[in-house]
């Protein structure tokens, strides 16, 4: 079994002939695009089908060169090839953005898209993504100032967000006079050790001080110009852009945060409890919101982790059980922390070749272990995905988290079937962390940038005001059921989601996804084995549809509370039980 990835199956180095040429192909290959679209044809079927050719061409060329940069890059901060490659990158990422503003304008002149459409079996299979196209034209930036614009996000909201992630990635905290990344500092919050937790806490909330200003002004700087690249769209701020981008409508997200909100009291009620359980008095505090419970101090070797995934996951699906081997045994992940590499963990797809690679920063808690099913469950997905065009595999965010933690429902109650008695407790709460975060904490997370964004209009957020408002926000979710003495104002520096330029509010996709996910194991457990071709064929039309439309074809209306009441219902019962356990331990 490999333990780091295996990069080779794209380039062989930076210095592989094969890369130059890709490198060098890749401005010609634009060009020409370019030229495509804006040539004369008047067969508009036929230049319609063959600008479609091209950009999945140009999708595929450039993913391969991409995926080389950025994998390279979260492992190895400092990678001099890799970061070289950044700039032009980054500049074709912009040209091919232009590209599909000018093809969107072209699509939204024709006089007869539906019949464009239709005249071509190839375009017909992709008419969804057509008329998307063409309804975006409303959206593109104004073509007279669209270069100049995009040509200063790469020195703006981008720049700033690559710089984030390198001042993240070559962090180092002082966990018991011992640099160590931050990455394996954060880690330490799973340790059984209640004394190695607290120092861990602390050591990470003062590491922050190190790069607080610049982590500051990056964040200021990318909601900033988020704000203003929503107003030159013609969006109603970023969150209207956002949800658009998503395929989805606000009532859906309100509907979802509704039973969210009513279930915050018996959420709170579970930290207290384990609050209780671990000494506190006064809710749990933030360096045990983590913390193992019970005696069971159990972790697993790499190996262990691969045998009980591929065990569990075959049962589930012989193809899932099959790609999860395949993804140990062939170099898929890079599984362990180290100087120089990112914090969290991700999953990137290849369409071409059908493969994805997955970065984790694995210690051996039962909490890893489900961090690697959450990621291959991500990599089934992009399995999925490969029956489509690739221009139909554009998954929006809250879609794209589903499959990795329907794997995580999967895996906990797996785990939980086979416990003991005296484990139940201990699985339990296992289980509420990780479903906790997904809707506890990502509250808190939505509920701080909508005030980072709002702030925009009038001032940057000092450093200050930014740790208040995060304490506020987790007042605002978690309540007292965090000790409000001890909480982390630091999250906005810690997550990275708040840095993307082309994500903004990248929390309520975590909170969409683990909910959904759970709603459709709810169904795998009511029809067995006849769902499984179901939930494969709905993980493949996922960037096919709107997202109500998706999931309206499984049966499911998510854009009232009652289906979010039901899969939040089911996290409530594993509080209430855990409540029930901890009071009579």
């Known amino acids: 079994m490999k333990t780091n990835w295996d990069l080779s199956v794209f380039y062989n180095g930076f210095d592989d002939p094969a890369y130059a040429r890709d490198m060098q192909a890749l401005p010609e290959r634009i060009e020409a695009l370019r030229a495509l679209i804006a040539g004369e044809n008047p067969d508009a079927a036929a230049k319609t089908r063959q600008i479609v050719d091209a950009i999945e061409s140009l999708t595929l060329l450039m993913e391969r060169l991409a995926m080389m940069m950025m994998l390279t890059q979260s492992t190895d901060a400092e990678h001099p090839q890799a970061n070289a490659a950044q700039t032009p990158m980054n500049r074709a990422f912009m040209a091919v953005s232009q590209c599909e503003s000018a093809f969107s304008r072209y699509l939204a002149s024709l006089e007869d898209l539906d019949a464009v459409i239709a005249a071509d079996e190839e375009l017909t299979r992709r008419a969804f993504v057509l008329r998307e196209y063409a309804e975006n034209a ?112 606000a009532q859906t997200l309100e509907a979802m945060w509704t039973a969210i909100r009513e279930a915050l009291p018996e959420l709170r009620a579970y930290f207290r409890a384990k609050g209780r359980l671990l000494g506190h008095a006064n809710g749990l505090p933030f360096y045990d919101l983590f913390a193992p419970i019970g005696e069971s101090t159990k972790t697993y070797t790499i190996e262990e982790a691969r045998d009980m995934l591929v065990d569990v996951f075959t049962r589930f699906s012989p193809e899932m059980g099959e790609m999860m081997a395949t993804a140990f045994d062939e170099g898929w992940i890079d599984v362990y922390p180290k100087e120089g590499k990112r914090g969290g963990a991700f999953c990137s797809g290849n369409y071409e070749m059908n493969i994805s690679r997955i970065m984790t920063n694995y210690s051996g808690s039962l909490s890893d272990v489900s961090t690697l099913a959450h990621e291959l469950g991500h990599a089934f997905n992009n399995k999925q995905l490969n029956r ?122 975590y909170a969409f996804g683990g909910l959904f996910g759970r709603g459709l194991y709810a169904r795998y457990k009511a029809e067995g084995a006849s769902f499984v071709p179901v939930y494969c064929d709905l993980l493949s039309r996922f960037g096919s549809d709107t997202i109500e439309n998706v999931t309206a074809s499984v049966g499911i209306d998510v854009t009232t509370p009652a289906f979010w009441r039901e899969a939040v219902g089911t996290v409530v019962e594993e509080a209430r039980r855990f409540v029930e356990l901890a009071d009579a331990k």
């Open 138 to 249: 409303r959206h593109n930036l104004p073509e007279a100032i669209e270069s100049p614009v995009l040509k200063m996000q790469l020195s703006g909201g981008k720049a700033l967000s690559q710089l984030r992630g390198k001042l993240e990635a070559t962090l180092t905290a002082n966990f018991r006079g011992e640099e160590i990344p931050l990455s394996a500092v954060r880690g330490k919050a799973y340790d059984p050790d209640p004394a190695v937790r607290k120092d861990a806490y602390e050591a990470e909330i003062a590491c922050y001080k190190k790069i607080e200003i610049p982590m500051s002004v990056c964040l200021n700087s990318i909601k900033a110009e988020g704000e203003t690249m929503a107003e030159l769209k013609g969006y109603n701020g970023i969150l209207d852009m956002t949800l658009a981008s998503s395929r989805l409508t």
């Open 388 to 509: 489509v065009p690739v221009m139909m595999t554009d998954t929006p965010m809250p879609l794209a988290e589903t499959a990795s933690t329907f794997n995580e429902t999967v895996l906990s109650d797996f785990v939980r079937a086979a416990a003991t008695p005296e484990e139940e407790l201990t699985l339990l709460d296992a289980s509420l962390t990780e479903n906790t975060q997904v809707m506890v904490d990502i509250y808190s997370r939505f509920l701080f940038e909508q005030k980072v964004v709002a702030a925009q209009a009038d001032h940057a957020m000092s450093v200050a005001e930014l740790k208040e408002t995060m304490l506020w926000a987790q007042e605002q979710s978690y309540g007292d059921g965090l000790d409000p003495e001890v909480r982390h104002p630091y999250m906005w520096a810690c997550k990275s989601h708040y840095y993307s330029t082309g994500r903004h509010f990248y929390n309520f996709p």
